[in-house]
């Protein structure tokens, strides 16, 4: 199957500091990637949508300045928490659809990413 | 805007039993797709099963089943033979095929299933 991978699976980082969180298609082309966060014991909500060569769509509510979303090829999508601070605490998690829309609606997802900000 | 509802946030069941989880949706659209996915502790979001709107008959994956009332908007998953690894949240999520292809997530149901 379609493998997504997501790095790093856990940072801390202080207050203030940039972090970029990477999201890779392993096996296929994603020519759109998702960012969603989850709160503990939530469910995912969906920040952004990122497709290949051009900006990303952000969902309402969502700081496009504080969440910088880059997806430069078909296979690489980085998520950058620009000045974090504390409330940004969560658990990021990227997904990949492959293929063009009428070929499959799968998305597949990786396994997140912990970000602590102290 | 679409919604989607997991009216059980927890359940239990015994291994080797049966489980049904619950999901009801609502949408304006005719074209989409119910997915379930599982999240064990690891935090994996795992697919489970796919439904196109479009067919009636209903999807199975090996102990994975769904019961798909369209009309009702329902899209329950049946576990039968439940083990231990089942163990996990699941949630069950909405795409509008002529919107992005973007999930819409139910709020989640947390199964345990006891030895």
């Known amino acids: 199957g379609a493998v997504v991978s997501q790095h790093p699976s856990r940072v801390i980082c202080k207050s203030g500091t940039s972090v970029k969180i990477e999201c890779r298609s392993l096996?296929?082309?994603?020519?759109?990637m998702f960012w969603y966060r989850q709160f503990p014991k939530k469910s995912l909500m969906l920040m952004a949508t990122?497709?290949?060569?051009?900006?990303?769509?952000?969902e309402q509510g969502v700081e496009k300045d504080k969440f910088l979303i880059n997806h430069a090829s078909l296979t690489l999508s980085t998520l950058t928490v620009t000045s974090a601070h504390p409330e940004d605490s969560s658990f990021y998690i990227c997904?990949?659809?492959?293929?063009?829309?009428?070929?499959?609606?799968?998305?597949?997802f990786g396994a997140g990413t912990r970000l602590s900000v102290l | 805007a679409q919604t989607v509802t997991q009216s059980q946030p927890e359940m239990s069941v015994q291994e080797a039993e049966t489980v049904t989880l619950s999901c009801t949706y609502d949408t304006s659209e005719s074209n989409y797709y119910l997915f379930w996915y599982k999240q064990p502790p690891s935090r994996q979001m795992i697919l489970v099963i796919r439904q196109e709107a479009y067919k009636q008959q209903n999807a199975t994956e090996n102990r994975f089943s769904v019961n798909f009332q369209k009309a009702a908007k329902s899209f329950s998953l049946k576990i039968s033979d439940s083990q231990l690894g089942d163990t996990a949240m699941y949630f069950c999520?909405?795409?509008?095929?002529?919107?992005?292809?973007?999930?819409?997530f139910g709020g989640g149901t947390r199964l345990m299933v006891k030895p």
């Open positions: 999520a909405f795409m509008n095929n002529n919107a992005g292809n973007m999930l819409t």
């Open positions: 990122s497709n290949e060569g051009s900006k990303a769509t952000y």
């Open positions: 997904s990949a659809r492959e293929g063009p829309a009428w070929a499959k609606n799968i998305q597949y």
């Open positions: 096996d296929f082309q994603a020519t759109t």
